[in-house]
């Protein structure tokens, strides 16, 4: 609304104009507002010079399903950074193209560009869809060694996932106990998803009371609790 109330007055908008909007796009979905955003920046020629509106685009497309778009972009712009190559792995894996994943992150290594705590959620994520748990380990030991990338909260849910979904669960376990960083509801509720799927019960109750002295309004973490009993 503020966006549209802009162009009824002499400002047309700098890059961080069009970089929030775009944004705010990818989150809500707004495929159409988002195409007319992308004629207007094109017309104020910000796209191709300007990498954070590059970056905005290839994001909002990714998020929107959009691959075809998202890489066409990706492939024009003059220079990747590491936000892009991130907005454009997201994207693949969020409509299970893993094997693109991996491709792409040779390619951004294979580049020079170095991979931050984002790819490492992204590569872990792929793995857990595919079932990769040898890759997955793999990777997020080299990723952090190489890097100097300290996991966080939402990398171990990402392993939790991974151990869960190859029936590991005690190396769930063995995580949970010697990770350096707090646990949350999101984690345990990880941990209580992994122990329904693998019909673990002492560790699944274990998560849901974590999860319900955490959050006593999660639903979901009722629905999985009572349908690993």
């Known amino acids: 609304m503020c966006f549209e109330q802009m162009q009824l007055t002499s400002f047309s908008g700098n890059v961080f104009t069009f970089s929030s909007v775009l944004k705010s796009c ?25 990498i954070m509106v590059g970056n905005a685009l290839i994001d909002m497309y990714s998020n929107l399903g959009m691959l075809e778009r998202a890489q066409t972009l990706f492939d024009s712009i003059e220079i990747q950074d590491i936000i892009s190559w991130n907005a454009l792995m997201g994207g693949y894996s969020q409509l299970g193209n893993e094997r ?27 793995c857990s869809h595919t079932g990769l748990l ?34 590991h669960l005690d190396k769930v376990a063995c995580l949970i106990r010697e990770m350096p ?11 209580l998803d992994a122990c ?9 109750i274990l998560a849901f009371h974590h999860v319900a002295s955490l959050n006593r309004r999660d639903a979901a973490a009722y629905i999985s609790f009572g349908n690993m009993l």
């Open 26 to 50: 990818a989150r809500i979905g707004t495929i159409s507002i988002g195409l007319d955003i992308h004629r207007k920046a094109v017309k104020g020629g910000l796209v191709g010079m300007e």
């Open 100 to 126: 693109i994943v991996f491709e792409l992150l040779d390619k951004m290594m294979a580049k020079g560009m170095h991979p931050d705590i984002v790819t490492l959620s992204i590569v872990l994520k792929a």
């Open 134 to 167: 040898e890759m997955g380990q793999t990777l997020c030991e080299t990723i952090t060694k190489s890097f100097d990338i300290k996991l966080n909260i939402e990398h171990y849910i990402c392993m939790v996932d991974l151990f869960g979904c190859t029936g």
């Open 181 to 191: 960083v707090s646990s949350n509801s999101s984690l345990w509720l990880a941990v």
């Open 196 to 204: 329904q799927k693998c019909g673990q019960t002492n560790l699944g």
